[in-house]
């Protein structure tokens, strides 16, 4: 299937079960990279962080880690 956009590529891959929403606000420097290393590792889904943190608090926008962090994804792209 042809994507026009990153969005709709997210949105399809959330309807695969290839995404998951993390809507807990975490790290940007420890804990987002943490749960994506252990995610990746076990083969597991794309995760799109709503509200990551910095040092000085949240950021404005969210942030997608292991877009294309399997063949399954990679040929979905």
């Known amino acids: 299937m042809k994507y026009r956009d990153l ?5 399809g891959l959330e309807a695969a079960g290839e995404l998951r929403r993390v809507a807990e606000p975490l790290s940007a420097r420890l804990e987002m990279t ?4 252990r995610v990746l590792r076990a083969g597991g889904p794309a995760l799109w962080f709503e509200r990551p943190l910095d040092s000085g608090g949240r950021y404005k926008i ?3 880690t292991n877009l294309f962090g399997t063949t399954k994804r990679v040929a979905m792209g």
């Open 7 to 11: 969005r709709e590529f997210c949105i």
């Open 34 to 37: 943490a749960l994506s290393d």
């Open 62 to 64: 969210p942030a997608l």
